[in-house]
């Protein structure tokens, strides 16, 4: 691909794709509606190897997960700070049924399995015991955006502004819509079959809580540190505003009660929009009546895992004409 290129957004897609072209030596600007403005900004950050009720590791979850874990160790390197934080995950049996499918996917489970507890040995009330998942962590999805962002920023290739998303079919240099949910929906990719689902999060403090893990049972409570959790998250698929509601709180609330008899504190109550494609697994590729236009989106609830490995493919297409793999390509959806 000759010149310049354009990348609208700068969430997890939008900031990957730049470091990989930047890695590249590519020339590239970088479009935003500007900071804290994206999903991105707003998600937990978690990496679960094993997500979900039906307890299956996440689609080529190896081959992602090393590749993401090597990109954001990479993009620390250069920008001399820590985002990423590997962290046991103890998945809390939500049944008996539950605890059974895991007896008989433990095969499966085996290189993502660390340490089977029993009830008794849970931190909070787990009649059906749990399992320490391996591999898992934590992205500060914010600083890495905002840090990224600055250095971006300063290199001159970081720009706010609105783009007009309907008019991309007129595009005459390539530009690659990274768009979130914003880019969903509608023309020029409202050809792609979507599921957007707003999640609600939460920020609380608890006070004595131990914070040498992440707990999850029909969601999640992250560590921060200094006491802080975050915790979640809702799941609704009518209402695509990024308002926070009160039934969405009130969820979360109780979330928290479940993993912890603590009382505590909420400081913090966001919300936003998962851009979702086919369950998490994204789409890249070009527009098929433009083929200056491309997409990156669809990462669904899985952007920490597959925005870097992704955004490597994409890039590669780019600069050095690698073909996508089929079941990332947008060609798929295209009669
Ligand atoms: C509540 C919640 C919790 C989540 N938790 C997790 C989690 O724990 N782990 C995980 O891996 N994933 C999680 N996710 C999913 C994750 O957030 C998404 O997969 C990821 O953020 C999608 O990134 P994106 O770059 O495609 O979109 P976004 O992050 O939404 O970025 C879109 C970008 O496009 C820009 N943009 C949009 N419209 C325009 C326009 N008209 N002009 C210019 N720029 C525009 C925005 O400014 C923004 O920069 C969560 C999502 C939600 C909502």
Known sequence: MQGQLTIVGQGLAGTCLAWRLWSRGKKFRLLHLGEGRSASAISAGLLTPVTGRSLNPSWRLSEFLDEALGFYREVEGVLG?????????LRLFAGAEERRMFDRKHELLQPWTGAFLEGKDCPCEAPYGGVIWKGGGRLDTRR??????IFFRDSGLLETGEVDLASGL???KPTIMCAGAAGLGSEPFGFLPERRAKGEILTVRIPGQPENRVLSRNGWMIPLGQGLFRVGST???DDLTDSVTTSGRLQVENLVRSFTALSFETVEH???IRPIIRQSRPVIGSHPENENLFVFNGLGSKGVLYAPGVADRLAAFLCENREIEEDLNIDAFVG
């Not at 700070?81 to 995950?89: H, K, L, R, S, V």
């Open 81 to 89: 700070e820590q985002f990423f934080y590997e962290i046991p995950i």
């Open 144 to 149: 890495f955006l905002e840090s990224s962002g």
């Open 170 to 172: 007129e595009v005459e």
């Open 235 to 237: 799941y609704s698929w």
């Open 270 to 272: 966001v919300a936003g």
